[in-house]
């Protein structure tokens, strides 16, 4: 696998960049990777959407005590930053939104028919990293957090954790994203875990339940879990071999407990609920790095910046390509057009080597309301009608599929180039 830096190529690809006005670690997004960003967050919340989760926004900031309850506080306050005095109280920025969620469950009344409620955001969260240890995007202090919250009984613990590790399976194809390893990471010796064995054993024998249900090859690993309990941590590798956790399935008795959540079951009586934690792609942040250089900057084309370019051969051509730029429009296609001005038709190939799709106009298919397209691979087809080049496209689009072209669809003859 060639070797690629995000940190060069999002500088190079126009993705991100930093300033030291900002801050070490406060990464920006240029409109190239806000659009990478904001394509792969709306296909995290229609994943989710179809999967039965509710979103909902919360604060990034939370009172002192609030995180005190949690047991933040206490096991996590060196990678918190420090509280700030406001209206005589101390409130703090949040480095996670469970204590939050847990809130906005607590704030009504639950029945068991309700449950498992499952409750999903892509929130801001904030961890006072060293310096030090600050790259790019993979280590920043202001995080946007593609997270999630499954309030559910003790019998539908083992099913929704199942189903978010389909979900984190399903998202993987589609990006294009092969985990490096399963792991089932425990608490290890000098770590801060809440003091309850009991807890403990109950969510590690679950969370093995469903590792061994789902026939992944897995891994233990002492001293990964986190703080408040045991957790399915999905890795991944860079080209240097050097590995990340990118998703996350974790079971959690203890803040239920600690913030007194509770549901009518059916005896009328109050029941303690479980929470499930599940982030099917982590930190955006730490996403977009990995996907930069798992790709290189050649991005699936759902989530690709420009997803087509048009080239005319001549001026003369210009009127059509303004025209098909118009028309990949309305289907909600992102192109581009590269004309004369910009070089020789050689040259204007080779700049647009990362765009899927490069749709080449003469005079004939200009004549017949056509292109001549080129993959990103390499592979040339023959020309195609407008509207049948576009449809497929979407289709693929639509799909996100990692797939440049469906041989399937058509009949249109492909030369290699």
Known sequence: MQMHDHRRLGREL?????????????????????????????????????????????????????????????????DMFPPMDLGGEQ??????????????????AHSYRELPLRMAELGGMYRSELSGVLGGLTRVRAIQLNDAHIFCTLD??????????????????????RPSRYRLSLPG?????????????????????????????????????????????????????????????????????????????????????????????????????HLIEQHGGAFPAWLAPTQLVVLPVSD?????????????????????????????LGARVRAARLVPYQLVIGAREAARDEVAPRLRDGRRLDALPVAEMLARVRALVGAHSTDLWDDAAGNAPIREE
């Open 156 to 177: 539908q613990v083992a099913d929704e954790a199942a189903g978010a590790l389909s979900m984190i399976r399903r998202a993987y194809r589609a990006l294009g994203v």
């Open 316 to 344: 003369a051509e210009m009127p059509q390509a303004r025209d098909l730029l118009r028309r990949c429009d309305e289907p909600g296609l992102r192109a581009e057009v590269a004309g004369p001005e910009h070089g020789s």
């Open 91 to 108: 409130v703090v920025l949040r480095p996670s939104l469970c204590p939050h969620h847990a809130l906005i469950y607590r704030s009504r």
């Open 189 to 289: 010796a000098g770590g801060k875990y809440v003091a309850a064995p009991e807890m403990w054993a109950r969510a590690t024998a679950l969370l093995t339940e469903v590792l061994d249900a789902s026939g992944l090859a897995y891994e233990t690993a002492e001293g990964e879990a986190a703080f408040y309990g045991p957790k399915i941590d999905v890795q991944v590798a860079d080209s240097a071999g050097r590995e990340a956790t990118l998703s996350t399935v974790q079971i959690d008795f203890h803040q239920p407990e600690r913030f007194d959540l509770h549901y009518i079951g059916p005896d009328g009586a109050r029941h303690r609920p479980v929470m499930v934690h599940r982030s099917i792609i982590g930190s955006v942040e730490r996403a977009a790095a």
């Open 14 to 78: 126009g993705l991100f960049d930093t300033d030291p006005l900002i801050g070490a670690g406060l990464p920006y997004w240029l409109p190239d990777g806000a659009i990478v960003r904001h394509t792969l967050e709306e296909y995290i919340r229609g994943a989710e959407r179809r999967a039965g989760y509710r979103h909902v926004y919360s604060p990034v900031l939370g009172k002192r005590e609030l995180y005190e309850i949690s047991g933040h506080w206490s096991h996590y306050s060196d």
